[in-house]
């Protein structure tokens, strides 16, 4: 069966400190995969996908990015953390080359900046 | 792009029904998926309509009109571990069809 972790599942961070999340998928293969943020009480943001290694669409301009530097790996990374990059930070990845309507979620990783 | 609009709040009490609507605006379209997120939770799938007409998953429904870029969720028998926020999303097509977009969501609120 598919699996999907992401970690750290809680940090708290300083203005202007770097950033890095990181997601896997097991048991799929070429997943896609999503990074999306929310705000407390809000809805989902997108924040980058990808639909192979090397593919990665932002849907965001600001001052995070994300890579794939394997089949079933996706990092979110920052240089310098903002007081506005707070939030829930979900990775989820989606079956791929379907048309299928589920998204499957990481447990999430809650980032606090001060 | 694409935008959609789903109430922010609904209360009900035990055992009653619940309908929320969705209203999508998109330049393209796949179909329409429904997540359910507890409080300090992951969002978890509930259901997708690619055509019109509805979709019954136990004590939770789906519809979809493709012609009214609506649909919405229906949930029955209303149960206190109902009390979670929803959400609707659409999948997008052509050189975005990998994309999800969620609406901003709704909080049901079961009382006893």
């Known amino acids: 069966s598919q699996t999907i972790h992401q970690w750290p599942a809680t940090l708290v961070q300083p203005v202007g400190s770097p950033l890095s999340l990181e997601c896997t998928v097991e048991g799929t293969s070429n997943p896609n995969l999503y990074w999306y943020r929310q705000a407390a009480g809000r809805g989902l943001q997108l924040l980058f996908y990808s639909v192979g290694i090397g593919q990665i669409s932002s849907e965001v301009p600001q001052n995070l990015s994300a890579s794939r530097p394997q089949d079933r790996q996706f990092i979110l990374s920052s240089k310098k953390l903002l007081l506005s990059d707070s939030g829930f930070y979900l990775c989820?990845?989606?079956?791929?080359?379907?048309?299928?309507?589920?998204?499957?979620f990481g447990e999430g990783s809650r980032l606090t900046v001060l | 792009g694409q935008s959609l609009e789903q109430p922010s709040e609904v209360t009900a009490v035990e055992g009653a029904i619940v309908q929320i609507n969705c209203t999508y605006q998109t330049s393209g379209f796949y179909g329409l998926s429904w997540y359910q997120q507890h409080d300090g939770g992951a969002p978890t799938f509930l259901s997708y309509?690619?055509?019109?007409g509805l979709e019954e998953t136990g004590r939770f429904s789906s519809f979809l009109s493709r012609s009214d870029s609506y649909g919405y969720l229906l949930l029955q028998e209303l149960q206190m571990k109902d009390s979670a926020s929803y959400f609707c999303?659409?999948?997008?097509?052509?050189?975005?069809?990998?994309?999800?977009?969620f609406g901003a969501g709704t909080q049901v609120v079961v009382t006893p």
């Open positions: 309509n690619a055509l019109d």
């Open positions: 999303a659409v999948r997008g097509t052509t050189d975005s069809w990998g994309k999800f977009q």
């Open positions: 989820a990845w989606s079956a791929p080359g379907r048309v299928v309507g589920e998204l499957f």
